[in-house]
């Protein structure tokens, strides 16, 4: 059971408007971490999507964006496309125990 | 451009250890937090360690606590991870991956391609 909740999956039309949410607790997104969230492309390894709860590095395009409020964060893909289907994964720090990066139990987006 | 390119996965048997590798180029390793992340089979991602830039400080997950050893040598530009004990569950691909310059909390902007642990007998 992962720390930061995640529906298991979205759907939408090419074209259309997704969100992802990520819930946690008070020891992390709560806390005041930053939320990240990264793509998975089927048999690839993970890359930045957002940094930062709405940063966007360098080369990801602006119909993806996040936010981030009170102990949740939330991923938009707008202007849906074919190539979006994949896994979204958020990810955070956790100040329990030692500290510990807590990630997201993944959303499979699917385009119809 | 940055590369992180591990090593060392294979099958090994219940109770057994592995040691992996990763080979980092393209940045100034002795600067950054290094980490290892895994994904079993068709599963989630899952956080097992991070180190420190100058290995001051390393942390486990709860579920490799005692069992697995993260290191690093920097003049080598080289992360490591020593795994004994190995259980089935650790059956997964161990990513190398890049944290932040100075925050803990920063993100993981690059991730290695992976290698395969299967612990089987």
């Known amino acids: 059971q992962s720390v930061l909740t995640q529906p298991p999956s979205v759907s939408g039309a090419p074209g259309q408007r997704v969100t992802i949410s990520c819930t946690g607790t008070?020891?992390?997104?709560?806390?005041?971490?930053?939320v990240h969230w990264y793509q998975q492309l089927p048999e690839t390894a993970p890359t930045l999507l957002i940094y930062a709860n709405n940063n966007r590095p360098s080369g990801v395009p602006d119909r993806f964006s996040g936010s981030k409020s009170g102990t949740s964060a939330s991923l938009a893909i707008t202007g849906l496309q074919a190539e979006d289907e994949a896994e979204y994964f958020c990810?955070?720090?956790?100040?329990?125990?030692?500290?510990?990066?807590?990630f997201g139990g993944g959303t499979k987006v699917t385009v119809l | 451009q940055v590369q992180l390119v591990e090593s060392g996965g294979g099958l090994v048997k219940p109770g057994g250890s592995l040691r992996l590798s990763c080979a980092a180029s393209g940045f100034t390793f002795s600067d950054y937090y290094m980490s290892w992340i895994r994904q079993a089979p068709g599963k989630g991602l899952e956080w097992v360690s991070y180190?420190?830039?100058?290995?001051?400080?390393?942390v486990y997950a709860d579920s490799v606590e005692g069992r697995f050893t993260i290191s690093r040598h920097n003049a080598k530009n080289s992360l490591f991870l020593q795994m004994d004990s190995l259980r089935a569950e650790d059956t997964a691909v161990y990513y190398c991956?890049?944290?932040?310059?100075?925050?803990?909390?920063?993100?993981?902007?690059?991730w290695g391609q992976g290698t395969l642990v299967t612990v089987s007998s």
């Open positions: 991956a890049r944290g932040d310059l100075h925050d803990i909390s920063g993100p993981i902007d690059y």
């Open positions: 008070s020891s992390n997104i709560g806390a005041g971490y930053d």
């Open positions: 990810q955070s720090f956790d100040s329990s125990l030692s500290g510990s990066w807590v």
């Open positions: 180190i420190s830039s100058s290995s001051a400080y390393t």
